[in-house]
């Protein structure tokens, strides 16, 4: 049993995306120990909650210094004993200590097509302002491993998706999460407690 993490911040969609995979027994053997929030007010948590998901806030507004937030959020981590993190609309930075303890088990799902669009200052629909701004044809969303860069982790799965006139960027974001975040993301969980997703010298392989 892959057992997760699932840390976001805002309204939860991806979350509710693993939920239902998980729920629909498309996804099996895997189960979310804990959803973790920096946001009180999430949407996120209620979600949690109505699935009789264990969720909890940390907060880094409540500690005394950033690296007593860093402390205390690898021990509640730790706590849950999970075998996979899963970052799903997390906006907080994650702290390198986490990163080390952790390594190659946690994911990212970004909303672009990972080298564009991403990176510091690139999250939530400042990513799709970025892509119409720019006049791509093509965006997407990428989920990937996390290291200590922000988005440079090796890369697990990619979908495109076309962008279309008269987008605005909360029609792309809608867009972007039909097509592709709410797929991709519980198939890269399916994938990875199927054990078919391995790196190799920074590129992963997916068993077929
Ligand atoms: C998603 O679009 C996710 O890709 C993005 O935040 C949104 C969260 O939505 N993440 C990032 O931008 C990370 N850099 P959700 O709370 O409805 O899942």
Redesign the pocket.
Known sequence: MLKLAVC?S??????QAVIDRIGSGEISDVSISVVISNNRNAY?LQRAEKHGIEHVCICPKDYESRDAFNDAFLAKLDSYDVNLVVL??FLVVIPESVIQAYRGRII????SLIPSFCGKG???LK?HEAVLARGVKVTG?TVHFVDEGT?TGPIILQRAVEVQEGDTPEIL?RRV?EQA?WVLLPEAIRLIAAGKVSVTDGHVKIRK
């Open positions: 976001v805002g309204g939860g969609t991806n979350l996120a799903a609309g990212n799902i970004h909303p690139y999250y939530g990513v969303a988005d974001q999460m975040e």
